[in-house]
């Protein structure tokens, strides 16, 4: 048959004489707007990008020489997009922290002096190794929602990795704590990073603030002011519980969105992790704006901050809000599992409707791949499988017992029977990066004994600070 699902011209790549091609083959889960799958499929893939989309036969017939991943029982999906995640801090006593406490205390008793003991090559240890735990569990895109101290150092361990990314110097303006600074001095580290990493590159920078009601207008204005001139994104946190309308409300006399949107912060450019708690004029204002949310209900659940009876998230999806999900840091969801985050919130949100046709298992692996990659404004580079985007890729086995025997619908079956362990081979940007299950680019048995060490001095340097 002929080719299919032709985006652009790629003819100057396939005639490419000098230019490898790959082709991964198995069922493929496109997620286009059709939805198309493909039985026995293949991609094709030169370079970073993605040349070519048909049936295996057909492509192996076009490429004769191409080296194959997959087989014709493996699933294919586009990578998966993990909309917040901490890269440092956490990571190295996941855990550890106790899950009977309150997040405030998980928080300032647990995570502040933690990340307060951490040294550069910390970091770097530790973004390596949650992105070893994101691209093995299939996600290729993260957006990070914060480094303290060491940004730099964790940029190394992503690139090491090979894992698509942003990076974000944390900032705050708030007199009297760790590493606060005035607003001019935090606006101008926040340039300095995005130059740095500019937009374009695997792992580039965001304006990232830590937010809640640590920044003041000026600085939250001017930073939202800066993402715009820079034409790059900006994330910080607000309302995962009900603490932060609380304080808005003291000082503002305004909920939090509301007040924000009167400061001209919020728009396309700007992605607010978590924003559980809002009322009926900040849904509104996340649908005029343009606004998106990263949700991590597996973070909610393990920190009891009332996701179930207070979330609006799923309402913002139906009415076509720009929404993803995220893992968030260990000190709240320990595990870096978009596929666990993806079940959990449509499984919250069919049981809260009454309503099986609600939201279902595409709903949830478009949360994870398309719908994600539009709300972290990379809608036109990842999240499908089309000819043109690029090359990242998730391959699943089939050969767990979760899949015996195969289901007639492959989304259906990750969703509800599988989630990252059933991820076999990765490619991100074209680079295969995860193979039979282990990443290739970063050797993880090689960082068990200093991640243990590191584990213990900081657990020590805790109860001793």
Partial sequence: MDSVLIRGDASNLVNAPERRVLLVRGDIVTMNASRTVLR?????????????????????????????????????????????????????????????????????????????GHTGDDDELSSTLAAIAAVTNGITCTVEAGTVAHPERVAAGLHRVGLRATIGRWGWDTEGLPFSAPTDEVLDEQRALVTKYPPGGIVEAWVTLVGHDLMSD???????????????????????????????LARTGLRPLVHLDRLGVLGEHVLIGHAVHLDNAEVELLLTTRTAVASCPWAYLRLAQGFIGASRHDELFRRGGRIALGCDGENAGDAVDILKS?????????????????????????????????????????????????????????????????????????????DGRSVNDVLIAGREVVRDGRCVTVDIDGLRAAADERRDALLASRSTG
């Fill in 40 to 116: 026995d499929g293949a991609v094709a893939v030169t370079g970073e990008v993605i040349i070519d989309i048909g049936s295996f036969a057909e492509l192996r017939q076009k490429f004769p020489d191409a080296t194959v991943i997959g087989r014709t029982d493996t699933i294919v999906t586009p990578g998966y997009i993990n909309a917040h995640q901490h890269f440092t801090g956490d990571r190295l006593v996941q855990s550890c922290i106790p899950d009977a406490i309150d997040s405030q205390d998980a928080i300032y008793n647990w995570a502040v002096p933690v990340h307060t």
């Fill in 342 to 418: 993806a079940a959990l919130f449509v499984g919250i949100a069919r049981d809260r409707a009454v309503d099986p046709f609600s939201l279902t298992s595409d709903d949830a692996m478009a949360l994870a791949t398309v719908r994600g990659a539009d709300a972290i404004g990379k809608g036109d580079l990842i999240g499908s499988i089309e000819v043109g985007k690029q090359a990242d890729l998730v391959v699943h086995s089939t050969q767990g017992a979760e899949f015996t025997p195969r289901g007639i619908d492959p989304v259906r079956q990750i969703i509800w029977a599988s």
């Fill in 218 to 248: 000026a600085l939250v204005a001017g930073a939202s002011d800066l993402a715009r001139r820079l034409n790059t994104g900006m994330t910080f946190h607000m309302s995962p519980h009900s603490g932060d309308p609380v304080t808005y």
